[in-house]
């Protein structure tokens, strides 16, 4: 029995990453209708900024936390003018996007080897590294903290969402952005909202990866696995993404733990393409035309 | 008037070669002759490789002149023929055809590379020349995949599996435990590898395999399989793949409360393996080709320094014990015959300064070598983690 509690804590541990990544690609889709493949990239900016605020500046870590979330933030919006905007005038299909995503994502993977080096660099030990235990369970400082931070930035999210006038104006696009821009709501603005929101997220789980693993160019490599629980939860759906991140999580660890750890993305992959032929919109995604 | 004497060089040149190539069929390397025995080594002595490539041609020059000063080998004086391979497998087979053909060497030493050990395959055959490579530790180099033997490749240093009993072999008969897990990648030929050899030396020697996780190159959490492990309660934890996955599943295990041993292989040692891991690895073994503190090891270093004043690089004591086979096969075939000596490439036994070398006969490797067994300590002195020489230790 606690063998299969420390699954389950491993399980959430792991989908709570994939979650806070995984709601990045479920805001940009929600409204532009395709996959943003540069989100990997600005986790692993994200992560590099935390890193080197700890380190120049005597700072706290709720300090570093919030300057890779700006900083992140702040390379999403870039990345949104330099790649998407000029595609989105010309009224590009959603191909173009997402090869211009691509082709982001291996330039920022590449400026970082390019200048910082291709090594991995540690966090500095921030917590104390004894994990809490309970009988034969434990549970790591940083898991609980990423769980609740996780919880807390997507609550946020979710309050900005729902209780705002921007996310009123945000939910208005993800129905119809052209319905939207007729009754006079600004989706340019909702667009800048969208990256700048999508790229704090990105910052914080990328610190918050690097500082439980460790930072190296290559770390956005992870959100493959997060763009598929996005796409499994239903692309498009905030909740979505979250239960599809952390269902993802649970079958991953369990069908490790209890088939076989050489077949695990074999099991864990052919159950996802099994509930996508079922339920092609995902778990909780509503139905749309033409998906990215 | 260039393009004639041009002309007239060429012709030269040609009929040259053509004179020493007839006159010398088997004749260069003859015994009669108190000609020197020249011994052939290609390497790396431009490009990205060359810092280990000169550092491999020195110390061969430094041996040979040692050996010279002594009184030779068969009452003859050796000769150094040194070609670049500039990295290059390409290259590497253009180098050896020279030695082969022109230079009529007795046999070759390196490269280091085991792109440009395989290339050599065909060229050594053909001429009937042996070769015997430093650093390449890919199987396939001596070994064809149908598990026959390349006749005129050989080695001194251990493969990848070979590791795999190694640590096995200390795992049980020294540090005496009873139950091992794996945790290994299932992506990597060297885990497998590693991995394989392991549990096959670990269970002939009555030891149990209780639980065996993989994972594939690039994940980052391994706790699912971590956990499984801990419920097996093994003594000792083989991780055979590279010391970023290494430190990552080491902090993991121990956060999951995990006081198991740790062991592992020369995928390990990296500049940033103990910033990233070094408590959680405290207390762990690694399988590596030699120790540089081994009190065997710095004779080498001290006269390589005095004679060229820089530190030497791994392939100092690796071509040092190719040097010190070659030179028993010439002794134990009495002849400088190319034949003679790959003959007697299996029949020597020497002692050099990275363990007991003995090739094989089925396998052209060196069987039983005695590897280095590294135990990671903290230094209380400096506060910073390092590997501490335990003893040598070999397979069998």
């Known amino acids: 029995m606690s063998v299969f509690l420390q699954q389950l804590i491993n399980g959430l541990s792991i989908g709570s990453i994939y979650a806070l990544m995984a709601v990045g690609y479920s805001l940009v889709y929600s409204i532009l209708n395709f996959s943003n493949f540069a989100h990997g990239g600005v986790i692993m900016l994200g992560a590099y900024i935390g890193l080197y605020a700890l380190h120049l500046l005597p700072m706290s870590f709720l300090g570093a936390l919030i300057i890779a979330a700006l900083g992140a933030g702040l390379i999403a919006v870039v990345l949104e003018k330099v790649a998407y905007s000029p595609l989105r005038k010309r009224n590009a299909p959603s191909l173009y996007f997402i090869i211009s995503a691509m082709g982001a994502s291996i330039f920022l993977e590449n400026l970082v080897i390019a200048t910082i080096g291709p090594t991995f660099k540690t966090y500095p030990e921030i917590f104390n590294p004894v994990p809490f235990t309970f009988g034969s369970i434990s549970v790591s400082r940083i898991d609980v903290l990423m769980f609740v931070i996780a919880a807390i930035s997507l609550a946020i999210l979710v309050f900005i969402i729902e209780k705002t006038k921007v996310g009123l104006a945000i939910r208005a696009c993800s129905y119809s952005s052209r319905g939207s821009n007729l009754m006079g709501v600004n989706v340019n603005r909702i667009i800048f909202v969208i990256f700048l929101l999508g790229g704090m997220l990105a910052g914080v789980a990328g610190m918050l990866f690097g500082m439980k693993y460790t930072v190296y160019p290559q770390i956005g490599v992870i959100t493959n696995k997060s763009f598929i629980a996005a796409v499994f939860g239903g692309l498009g759906s905030l909740p979505g993404a979250v239960v599809g991140s952390l269902l993802l999580g649970l079958i991953e660890t369990l069908s490790s733990a209890y088939i076989a750890s050489q077949y695990r993305d074999l099991i864990a992959f052919t159950l996802l393409i099994v509930v996508l032929v079922i339920r092609p919109s995902g778990i909780m995604g509503k139905i749309t035309e033409d998906k990215a | ?396």
Not at chain 2, 94 to 123: E, F, M
Request: aromatic share 8%; glycine share 10%.
């Open chain 2, 1 to 396: 008037m260039k393009r004639k004497w041009t002309l007239f060089v060429s012709i030269l040149m040609v009929l040259l070669l053509a004179a020493t190539g007839c006159g010398s069929t088997n004749g260069a390397s003859g015994d009669a002759t108190k000609d020197p025995i020249k011994i052939g080594w290609i390497g790396s002595l431009t490009g990205d490789q060359a810092p280990w490539g000169k550092c491999e041609s020195q110390t061969v020059q430094m041996l040979i002149d040692e050996t010279n000063a002594n009184g030779g080998v068969l009452g003859r004086q050796l000769e150094l023929v040194a070609l670049d391979t500039k990295g290059d497998a390409n290259e590497a087979v253009n180098a050896v055809k020279r030695l082969v053909s022109q230079d009529k060497v007795c046999a070759i030493l390196g490269p280091n590379a085991s792109a440009q050990a395989l290339a050599i395959t065909g060229v050594l055959e053909s001429a009937g020349v042996s070769d015997i490579a430093t650093v390449a530790t890919n199987p396939k180099i001596t070994v064809k995949d149908d598990g026959s033997v390349n006749k005129y490749n050989f080695r001194v240093c251990f493969t990848d599996p070979y590791q795999g009993s190694v640590a096995a072999g200390y795992a049980a008969d020294v540090l005496k435990y009873k139950n091992a897990a794996i945790l290994y990648d299932v992506a990597s030929d060297y885990s497998q590898g590693f991995m394989q050899y392991f549990i096959e030396t670990f269970e002939a020697k009555g030891g149990t395999i209780v639980a065996k996780e993989a994972f594939k190159a690039g994940d980052t959490d391994f706790r699912p399989q971590l956990t499984k492990i801990k419920k097996a309660n093994p003594d000792v934890i083989l991780m055979p793949y590279y010391y970023k996955e290494v430190a990552l599943s080491a902090n993991q295990a121990r956060d999951l409360g995990i006081t198991a041993t740790l062991m592992g292989g020369d995928g390990w040692p990296s500049d940033t393996l103990f910033e990233m891991a070094g408590k959680s690895l405290e207390g762990s073994y690694v399988v590596n080709h030699f120790d540089y503190n081994d009190p065997e090891v710095k004779p080498l270093t001290e006269a390589y320094i005095a004679k060229y004043g820089t530190t030497p690089e791994i392939n100092c004591y690796m071509v040092h014990d190719a040097y010190k086979v070659l030179l028993a096969a010439i002794e134990k075939a009495g002849s400088a015959d190319p034949q003679a000596i790959t003959d007697a490439l299996t029949q020597v036994q020497v002692k050099g300064v990275t363990g007991t070398i003995k090739l094989g006969e089925k396998t052209h490797n060196p069987e039983g070598k005695e590897a280095a067994i590294q135990k990671i300590q903290l230094n209380p002195e400096t506060g910073e983690y390092e590997y501490a020489f335990m003893q040598k230790y070999g397979a069998n």
